[in-house]
Structures are given as C-alpha cells and as structure tokens.
C-alpha cells in the first residue's frame, strides 16, 4: 500500500485568499486524484492529477478555482482560490498505483473565515 | 447512472452483533466495488474490495455480498466491536473511466458496549 501524506493538516484563511495543499506519496503512482468532503458527507471527486499535463476536472469544478499541479510521479498539489467561506471543507489525496486499490491522505481540513 | 446509493445512513449494533451495510448502483460498467472505513480526523482507509466476477469476497470479520443481477453488494461485519464504530463508504469505479471512484453516501456505525 502507498503512504500518502498530505500538508497542511489543517488551515484557517482568509476569505479572498489563496492556500496549496501539498501531496506526496511514498512511492511512484500511476494516478492521483483530489477530492472534497463536507464533514459529516460522502466525498467528491474535484479532479484527476496528470503527470506533465493539465488535470481533468469533474463537473463543476474549474481550474482557475482549483489549479493542481503534478510535475512528477510521487508529488501533486492543489491550489484553493480565491476563498470564499463555502469552500471550508476536508480536502483529500487519493493515490493508486499500477492496481486498483486507491489510497488516502489524511486530508486537509480547511475553514475560510 | 453514475450513483451509487448507500443505506442505511447511520447504524447502531451491540457487540458481537452483524452490521449490514447496503449498495445498489446503476451503472453497468462498474468493475471494482472497495469498501472504505473512515475515523474522524482521518482519511478513508481501504477495507475490502470486490470485483463483479465473484459473489462474495472475505476477509477476516468482514464480508462483501455482491449481487450483480440486482446490481446490488454490502458490507457485513461480524462480531462487531466498539473498535470498528465509524463511517463506512462503499464505492464503485471501472477502467473505461479512468478508474475514478463514485462514493455513495456513507453509513455511520455505532459500536455499543
């Protein structure tokens, strides 16, 4: 199984502010994925991380909101913009390798004040 | 048709009781159907997964069922323990998209003494 680990662990911001969510895996993953969940709710998946290219982004999700990043195999981000109290969430890194069992960071719990 | 309906929500059982936790899904396509438990605080950590080709799958205290005519699969937990008290989360996902994870709604369990 991949060790993922994410950071910030939790974060309180500005609203109009921006924060990036780091992701690094222990090891090299085929696929990486960004979700959110409201506490107390299912996850969402926000966008599929692409090694050397852009992400793919789900329905109603944009990248000038969400710009992620993934330069190589083990490490992406994900960028928060713009913040607006709506956004406080739990944001969360999901890896998988050359199988299909998909992993998870511990999340990141963010409150836009 | 790319839900996946969970239930109950949430779930009191006594010790050493059986916890059910129920799936019904829609889409065809659908290949690999994990199970995910979740602490608060923490990430979803994979429990048990199956594929369509078997009925039932065991590991330990847990089961899947898994019914494809129905579109159907659950979750059993044997002898269950105050330890296993959390939000349990089926899902669903198939290679032709991108292996991306649909989650459903998520079943709090409480685990009494």
């Known amino acids: 199984s991949a060790v993922i680990s994410q950071k910030p662990s939790r974060d309180i911001c500005q609203r109009g502010t921006s924060l990036t969510i780091q992701c690094q895996v222990d090891s090299q993953v085929t696929m990486m994925f960004w979700y959110r969940q409201q506490p107390g709710q299912s996850l969402t998946l926000i966008a599929t991380a692409n090694q050397g290219s852009e992400a793919t982004y789900e329905s109603g999700f944009v990248i000038d909101k969400f710009p992620i990043s993934r330069p190589n195999l083990t490490f992406s981000t994900l960028t928060v913009s713009n913040m607006s109290p709506e956004d406080s969430s739990i944001y969360l890194c999901?890896?998988?390798?050359?199988?299909?069992?998909?992993?998870f960071g511990q999340g990141t719990r963010l409150t836009v004040v | 048709q790319q839900q996946v309906k969970q239930s109950p929500q949430s779930l009191i059982v006594q010790k050493g009781g059986i916890s059910i936790i129920n799936c019904a899904y829609e889409n065809t396509a659908f290949d690999y159907f994990p199970w995910y438990q979740q602490f608060p605080g923490k990430g979803p950590a994979l429990l048990i997964a199956?594929?369509?080709?078997?009925s039932e799958k065991k590991e330990g205290r847990f089961t899947i069922s898994f019914n494809k005519s129905a579109k159907q699969f659950s979750l059993h937990i044997m002898d269950s323990q105050p330890g296993d008290s959390a939000t349990y989360f089926c899902a669903a996902s198939f290679t032709g998209g991108g292996n991306k994870l649909t989650f459903g709604t998520g079943t709090q369990l409480k685990v009494e003494l």
């Open positions: 999901s890896a998988r390798g050359g199988g299909t069992e998909a992993f």
């Open positions: 199956i594929r369509p080709d078997v």
